[in-house]
C-alpha cells in the first residue's frame, strides 16, 4: 500500500489550479442513466471514486470514454437493472444511480452501499422518499429492489437536509408524472450543478441552492454535455495547506462563493483571505488565533474540512471547539494527530483543540478516511521532521494529483509505492 512522506516546515507559496468535484462528477455519471444516448462531461477529476464510477457504468450497458478530463458516456438500456454489490462496496455513492434506473426503466436492484468510517451511512431518507413516490421497495439478501412502472410526483419532506437523498429524488422526479417538491433539501452547490445538467437534459427543476426544490415531471430527458463544477472541498483543504504553513498562496479555477463559512473562519484566526470571481488568496501568519467551528450542511461549515481545520487548529493560540453535527464518527483523524503531538480531546460529536504554535512533530501515521488523510498530510506539511501517512490509497479517492499540486508550491512531499 501506498504511503506519503511528508518534511515539515516549508511555507507554500505560488498558484495552484483546483479539479472539478468529485461530488459533482459522480453523481452527474449517473444522472446519465436518465437518457439514453452520448453525454460529455468535461473537467472531471481523475479519481479512483470516479474510475469507480466508470466501471459501474460499464456494467450497467454504457460505453464510457475518460481522459484527460472529459468523460464520454454512451448510454443504453442496460441488460441488467442490477448494481452489483462488489461495484457499489467500493463507491457507496453508487446508490445514486437508484433512483436514474427506477424512474427510466421502472425497476432497478442496488446493492446496499453500507457503512464506511466516518458512520453508518443510512439510505432511509433515499427509500422512504421513493416510496411516497409510489415505488415499491423491497430489501432482500443486501439488496434494495424497486419497482414502479411510472412515479408519482408528490411532496417530500426530509427530516434531514440529506444531500444524496435529495440528488437521488430530483433525478427520479425529473421522469415521474406529476410535480415532486421536496423540502427541507440539500442546499450544497453540488445540488445545483446537478440541476444545471438535468435541466440541460430537459428536465424541469427549479429552487435548486434554496431548501424548497420543485421538480415537473416530463416524458423524456435527452443526452447533453456539461461542465463540471470546481471542487470545492480540494479548493477548502488547500486553502487550509496555505494557512497552516504560514504560506502565501493563490487557489485558481475555484468557486469562493461556495467557501463562505471556511474563508469567514480562517479570517476569524488572523490570516489573510482576499477572493477574485475564480481564485482564493491565502496570506497566512505566523501565529493564529483559536476558533470553533460546528459542522452542518451548506452553507454552514462543511463536514468534508472539518478534519483538515481541526489540524489547523491544533497549532493556533488557544482552545478551539470544534463539533461536528453531520457524522457520528467522523473523529477518527484525531488519535493520529494526538500521534503527533497534538492535544485533542474527542468526546461524542465534539472535540476540544487546546492549540500550541509549533507543537506538531512529525510520526507515521494512518490514515482512514478520505478527508482524514488530507488532515493528516496538513499536519505533516506544518509538523517538524518527517511524517509517514499510511493507506494513502484513501486520499486517491478524493484527490487529484495531491502531492503534484502541493510540490508545486513547495511541500517536501513524496508517494512511496509499496
Ligand atoms: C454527501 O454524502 C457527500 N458524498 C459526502 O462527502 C458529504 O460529507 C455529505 O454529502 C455531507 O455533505 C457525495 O456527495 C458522494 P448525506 P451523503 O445524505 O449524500 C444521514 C466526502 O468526503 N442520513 O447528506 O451520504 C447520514 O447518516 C464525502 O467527499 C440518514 O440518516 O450525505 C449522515 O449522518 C464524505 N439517512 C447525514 O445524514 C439517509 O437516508 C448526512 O448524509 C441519508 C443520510
Not at 373 to 398: K, M, P, Q
Request: glycine residues 8%; neutral net charge.
Amino acid at each position: 500500500m501506498d504511503k506519503m512522506l511528508v518534511q515539515g516546515g516549508n511555507s507554500l507559496r505560488g498558484d495552484v489550479a483546483v479539479s472539478g468535484a468529485k461530488n459533482s462528477a459522480l453523481i452527474l455519471m449517473f444522472a446519465s442513466l436518465l437518457a439514453e444516448g452520448k453525454h460529455e462531461l468535461t473537467n472531471v477529476p481523475n479519481l479512483m471514486d470516479v474510475r469507480s464510477a466508470k466501471t459501474l457504468l460499464e456494467a450497467l450497458n454504457c460505453k464510457v470514454e475518460f481522459s484527460n478530463g472529459r468523460l464520454s458516456i454512451d448510454v443504453s438500456k442496460p441488460e441488467k437493472l442490477v448494481a452489483e454489490y462488489d461495484l457499489v462496496r467500493k463507491m457507496r455513492a453508487s446508490i445514486l444511480c437508484l433512483g436514474p434506473m427506477l424512474s427510466k426503466y421502472g425497476e432497478a436492484s442496488v446493492s446496499l452501499p453500507g457503512g464506511c468510517a466516518i458512520g453508518s451511512r443510512p439510505i432511509n431518507l433515499h427509500l422512504e422518499a421513493l416510496k411516497a413516490m409510489g415505488a415499491e421497495i423491497e430489501i432482500d439478501k443486501g439488496y434494495v429492489h424497486a419497482k414502479c412502472p411510472r412515479l408519482q410526483g408528490t411532496e417530500i419532506l426530509f427530516e434531514f437536509a440529506t444531500v444524496g437523498g435529495t440528488e437521488n429524488v430530483m433525478m427520479a422526479a425529473s421522469l415521474a408524472e406529476g410535480v415532486t417538491t421536496i423540502e427541507n433539501a440539500a442546499k450544497e452547490p453540488e445540488i445545483v450543478d446537478l440541476a444545471n445538467y438535468l435541466n440541460k437534459m430537459g428536465a424541469k427543476i427549479t429552487g435548486a441552492g434554496s431548501s424548497i426544490i420543485r421538480i415537473e415531471g416530463v416524458e423524456k430527458l435527452n443526452a447533453t454535455e456539461h461542465r463540471v463544477m470546481p471542487d470545492r472541498i480540494e479548493a477548502g483543504t488547500l486553502a487550509i495547506a496555505g494557512a497552516i504553513t504560514s504560506g502565501d498562496i493563490v487557489i485558481r479555477d475555484c468557486e469562493p462563493l461556495h467557501l463562505d463559512a471556511l474563508l469567514s473562519k480562517l479570517r476569524d484566526t488572523g490570516v489573510g483571505v482576499h477572493v477574485e470571481s475564480q481564485s482564493i488568496a491565502i496570506k497566512g501568519v505566523k501565529e493564529w488565533r483559536a476558533v470553533d467551528i460546528t459542522t452542518a450542511p451548506h452553507p454552514a461549515f462543511p463536514t468534508d474540512l472539518q478534519a483538515q481545520f481541526m489540524a489547523f487548529m491544533t497549532l493556533a493560540n488557544g482552545t478551539s471547539v470544534i463539533s461536528e453535527t453531520v457524522f457520528e464518527n467522523r473523529f477518527m483523524h484525531v488519535t493520529e494527530l494526538i500521534r503527533m503531538n497534538a492535544d485533542i480531546t474527542p468526546k461524542t460529536r465534539v472535540a476540544v483543540v487546546r492549540g500550541k504554535p509549533g507543537g506538531l512533530v512529525g510520526a507515521p501515521v494512518m490514515a482512514t478516511d478520505l478527508r482524514a488523510s488530507a488532515s493528516l498530510v496538513l499536519a505533516g506539511l506544518a509538523a517538524s521532521g518527517e511524517t509517514e501517512v499510511n493507506r494513502i490509497y484513501h486520499l486517491d479517492r478524493g484527490y487529484e494529483k495531491l502531492e503534484e499540486k502541493l510540490s508545486k508550491l513547495g511541500a517536501k512531499i513524496k508517494r512511496i509505492k509499496e
